[in-house]
C-alpha cells in the first residue's frame, strides 16, 4: 500500500532563510506522481510543485523545489528565502499515475512558522 | 473561472440529521473526489468517481453516499450525521492523463 511519512509536525524559519520540509513514500508502483500542497490558515489546498517518478530532474516552480531522491524513497521541498506569508500547512501527497482511480494520498503536514 | 465550487461552506448538524455536501466542477473533468480532513491530519479519500454513472469506495466511506449523474456535479450525502463526522469535506477534480487535482473551497462541518 502507499503511504507518504512526513515526520515535522511543526518547524520554525527566520524571514529571507531557506527551509527544507521532509517527505518520505512507499510504494510499489513504478509509475507515481508526488506532489507538494500548502493549506494556509484560510484552509484551502494550494497545489505548489509536482514531480513524476520517471523525471530526471528536480521539479522547481519559483522558490519552490522538490529534492527528489528515488533511491531513498524522498521527496523533501525546499523553500529558498522564506516570506512571512510562507507559514502555513505543507502536505506531501503522491498519486499512482498506472491505477484507474487516480486519488493522492497524504501526509499528516509539518506546519511551517516564519519568524521576522 | 469558476473551477470547483462547494457548498455550503459551514454547517452545524445535530446528532441524526442528514444533509448534502454539494460539488460543482465547470472543467469538464472526469475524475472527482471527495476527502475529510481532521483536524491536525492530512486528507482521507472518502469517495471517487471516474465517470458519470461511476462511483467508488475510497478509504474512509462509512456513513457517507455519493451519485454522479452529471460530469459536473459529485454531491456526498451524510446519513445520520454522528460526532466522528465533524471534519473538513474537500472536494477535487482532475482529468485522465494529467496530473494536478484541483480542490474547492471546503465545507467545515460540525455534528454535536
Known amino acids: 500500500a502507499q503511504k507518504i511519512t512526513q515526520t515535522q509536525p511543526g518547524m520554525f524559519v527566520q524571514e529571507k532563510e531557506a527551509v527544507t520540509l521532509d517527505c518520505t513514500y512507499d510504494?510499489?508502483?513504478?509509475?507515481?506522481?508526488l506532489f507538494w500542497y500548502k493549506q494556509p490558515s484560510s484552509g484551502e489546498m494550494i497545489f505548489l510543485i509536482y514531480?513524476?517518478?520517471?523525471?530526471?530532474q528536480n521539479a522547481t516552480e519559483g522558490r519552490y523545489s522538490l529534492n527528489f531522491q528515488k533511491a531513498r524513497k524522498s521527496a523533501n521541498l525546499v523553500i529558498s528565502a522564506s516570506q512571512l506569508g510562507d507559514s502555513a500547512m505543507y502536505f506531501c501527497?503522491?498519486?499512482?499515475?498506472?491505477?484507474?482511480?487516480?486519488?493522492?494520498?497524504f501526509g499528516k503536514g509539518t506546519k511551517l512558522s516564519v519568524k521576522p | 473561472n469558476a473551477g470547483v465550487t462547494q457548498t455550503p461552506k459551514f454547517r452545524i448538524l445535530k446528532i441524526g440529521q442528514s444533509m448534502t455536501l454539494q460539488c460543482t466542477q465547470d472543467?469538464?473533468?472526469?475524475?472527482m473526489y471527495w476527502y475529510r480532513q481532521d483536524p491536525g491530519m492530512g486528507l482521507k479519500l472518502i469517495y471517487y468517481?471516474?465517470?458519470?454513472?461511476?462511483?467508488d469506495k475510497g478509504e474512509v466511506p462509512n456513513g457517507y453516499n455519493v451519485s454522479r449523474s452529471t460530469t459536473e456535479d459529485f454531491p456526498l450525502r451524510l446519513e445520520l450525521a454522528a460526532p466522528s463526522q465533524t471534519s473538513v469535506y474537500f472536494c477535487?477534480?482532475?482529468?485522465?492523463?494529467?496530473?494536478?487535482?484541483?480542490f474547492g473551497p471546503g465545507t467545515r462541518l460540525t455534528v454535536t
Open positions: 501527497a503522491m498519486r499512482d499515475l498506472g491505477g484507474s482511480q487516480g486519488n493522492l494520498i
Open positions: 510504494t510499489s508502483d513504478p509509475s507515481y506522481g
Open positions: 477535487a477534480s482532475t482529468r485522465r492523463g494529467t496530473y494536478e487535482q484541483y
Open positions: 468517481s471516474v465517470g458519470a454513472g461511476i462511483t
Open positions: 472543467m469538464n473533468h472526469n475524475y
Open positions: 514531480q513524476g517518478s520517471y523525471d530526471q
